[in-house]
Each structure stands twice: as C-alpha cells, then as structure tokens.
Nanobody
Framework: QVQLVESGGGLVQAGGSLRLSCAVS????????MGWYRQAPGKEREWVAR???????NYADSVKGRFTISRDNAKNTVYLQMNSLKPEDTAIYFC???????????????WGQGTQVTVAS
C-alpha cells in the first residue's frame, strides 16, 4: 500500500523558515512528478510547487523566490524549503505524487494527509 507521509510543519514567526518533507512508502516503480499544495481556512486547495523526475521545477507566483522544492529520487522523498514566510502562507500543506506507477502497472495520483503550517505576524 502506497502512503505519503508529510512532516516538518509547525508554528513560525513571520520572516522565519520551515522545511517540509514528504516520504513515499510502499512498493512503487516510478513517480512522474511530486508537488506541494496548500489549503487555507475557507479557501480552495491551491498548487504551490512541483518537481518532475528530471529535476525541473515550477512554482506558484505567490511563493516564487521564497520556496524551494527538491527531491531525493533514491528515497522517494520530496522537500519544500520555505523561507521568508508570511502570515498568508498559513495553511495545511499537502504532498502529491502524480502518475505514480505500481508494480502491477497501475498508475495513479496519491496524496498525503497534510501538515499544518502557521505563520504568526
């Protein structure tokens, strides 16, 4: 059974930093891309950043220049380094593994349970 487990959330003052991690466990063959999304109270889930298997990255305009996504393919782990945090970054952050291929050949998208990030002003 494939699971995505996030860690690293917490409470931080504005201007501070946090590093989120997301580890994929279970038997898998490959993952096309991994990304982070977030959902603030009363708002829809929004995309934050993505990294594909080749290493290319993309960021939402709201976090560009402050957040960095990286990936350890050997560990099936993705990280999100968040610097210069703002109160508006407060949200539950979710990890996503897109087009994950199982040994059976099945392909699907998987989500973690989320980790809370709170930025105090």
């Amino acid at each position: 059974q494939v699971q995505l487990v996030e860690s690293g959330g917490g409470l931080v003052q504005a201007g501070g930093s946090l590093r989120l991690s997301c580890a994929v466990s279970g038997s898998i063959l490959s993952i096309n891309s991994m990304g982070w999304y977030r959902q603030a109270p009363g708002k829809e889930r929004e995309w934050v950043a993505r990294i594909i298997s080749g290493g290319s990255t993309n960021y939402a305009d709201s976090v560009k220049g402050r957040f960095t996504i990286s990936r350890d393919n050997a560990k099936n782990t993705v990280y999100l380094q968040m610097n210069s945090l703002k109160p508006e970054d407060t949200a539950i952050y979710f990890c996503n593994a897109a087009r994950l291929r199982l040994p059976s050949g099945r392909i699907g998208d998987y989500w973690g349970q989320g980790t809370q990030v709170t930025v105090a002003s």
